[in-house]
């Protein structure tokens, strides 16, 4: 019984520092990359806040991860990863959100661009009629 | 005299469009104006028609924007022309071109800034509809006297005229999805005066409705929202329009009467 626990103790503790490893290392890739898009100007630095801040905030509670157990108990969650989730769904959705604001200010501006090209079109044409000596 | 501009947004009417443009120029001889076609990036021969006529300037979007798009352009362009009036007038052949002068007329007089042609005004005028039709055009109807105070029977109607203050904020502020009710709604917030007057129409020449029995409900629920997001938005457009409106406030009053 006893040596079967402790093993049971040592199995989980070595999975769980593993996993910490992974995410911190997988946040900060992850922050490298936004940050590499932005140099490259890939993505525009307005467009990238939102990237940037749940990067960090995701490399922030990979390090500090009894923070995560914090923020869990405090919202009520038994199972502290689960509180993982719902920081990833925020950010999945406020990206989202983000994306249409911008699609729709995209398509307002595109709809002008078409109807001024639709009346000068019109106006080039009126004018080269005028300019045609032929009669039309 | 009123400068005044016939607006036709046309979306592949290939088959409509000749025979409206001639009677529309029968209409000219009593009432000058000019007419514009929005060719709204049709795949047929609809701008090529039309430009052949001789009767109308035309207008080719390079893409399809659908009728609210299409109408504003030619807000724009009467803008920027410089008239006095413009008003829209269906490619489908829906709209009676011997009903415009009793459109335009609460125009000159000064009755109105913007003025609806209604089916509706007259009960029991033989413009033949579906119980579940009836049913929607009732509900909006209802909508539009909650959310503005105004009773406008049609507010589906395309069939509008416009003074120079509704031109000039419409150029900016037309609504896209669903434009005719949204923007009874957004010009009833913005104190426009509004008339409407009964004009018979015809049965739909050319086309389909968009609306079919399926869809009736669907297109209902959205079309509510819409009138009810218009109403809602007001103080949070007023910013930007703030100086806009209390331009269009005072021209509203001197409405454009040199005849």
Known sequence: MEPHFQEQLLHESVNTVRIQYIAIAGSFLFL???LELIRRKKIREAYSLLWLFFSAVFLFFSIFRNCL??????????????????????AIIFVLIQFSVILTRI??????????????????DSMKKDDDPRPA | MYRILAVIPAFNEQETVSGLLESLSH???????????????SADETGQLARRSGLASVIDLPCNLGVGGAVQTGFLYGLKN??????????????????????????????????IGSRFLKRHTGYRSTWGRR??????????RILIRQVVTDCTSGFRAYNRSAIEFLAE?????FPEPEAV????????????????????MGGRSSITFLRGPYYMVKVMLSMMMVALRRSANSKSQDPNSKQISNSKTQIPCKS
Not at chain 1, 113 to 119: F, S, T, V
Request: charged share 25%.
């Open chain 1, 32 to 34: 490298l990359f936004i």
């Open chain 1, 69 to 90: 157990e914090k923020l869990a108990s405090f919202l009520g969650i038994a199972y502290a990863p689960a509180a993982i989730f719902i920081l990833l769904l925020m």
């Open chain 1, 107 to 124: 398509s307002e501006q595109n709809k002008k661009l078409i109807q001024e090209i639709g009346i000068l079109k019109a106006e080039i």
């Open chain 2, 27 to 41: 209409a000219q001889e009593q009432l000058p104006f000019d007419i514009l076609v929005i060719n709204d990036a």
């Open chain 2, 82 to 115: 410089n008239y006095d009036i413009v008003f829209q007038f269906d490619a489908d052949g829906q709209h009676r071109s011997d009903e415009i002068f009793s459109l335009l007329d609460p125009l000159w007089k000064g009755e109105a800034d913007v003025v």
């Open chain 2, 135 to 144: 049913v929607g055009i009732r509900l909006l109807e209802f909508m539009t």
């Open chain 2, 173 to 177: 502020h037309y609504p896209v999805d």
């Open chain 2, 185 to 204: 709604i957004l010009l009833g917030k913005h104190g426009f005066r509004m008339k409407e007057v009964f004009t018979p129409m015809n049965e739909r």
